[in-house]
């Protein structure tokens, strides 16, 4: 498997776009309600602290964005979001996304990684961030509203990214 990890260029746009906005339209995932067009999103990852494109022999798969979860005093833990074409999903390459941003986010001089959202229901992100070194810190009853009406646990999850645990995580990632 011939993985390979890039910044994102203008040519990516409209294909980051449409993988985004399928993720939105799953209605399971990502919070956002509406789509974006094409000026909206790319303003939405020019904000970014980076925009990583991962490639499977040669072949967009994924990508992940990266910023401060907050502002000022909290601007040294990082948030990231991750997207997959549906076509990528379910084959184990989620993990690497995951450990990449990881990476990335170290060399950014964040200090740790926060995920404010992640839907109960979303069990292989779940089970990637878990086995990253990720923590359950805190659970929102109801916190999440599906696509199809109902309300679903989010959980917020958090793991250091010292020296010794970025150092700790495999290659693989």
Known sequence: MGLTFRAYTGEDLPELMEIWNDILEDGVAFPGTELYDLPEFAAMLEEQSAVTCMLQDGVLAGYYILHPNNIGRCSHVANASYAMKKEFRGRGLGKYLVGQSLKQAARLGFRGMQFNAVVAGNLAALRIY?????QTVGKIPGGFLLKNGTYSDMYILYRPLTE?????MSDSC
């Open 164 to 168: 010794s645990g970025i150092e700790m």
């Open 130 to 134: 878990r086995n990253a070194g990720f």
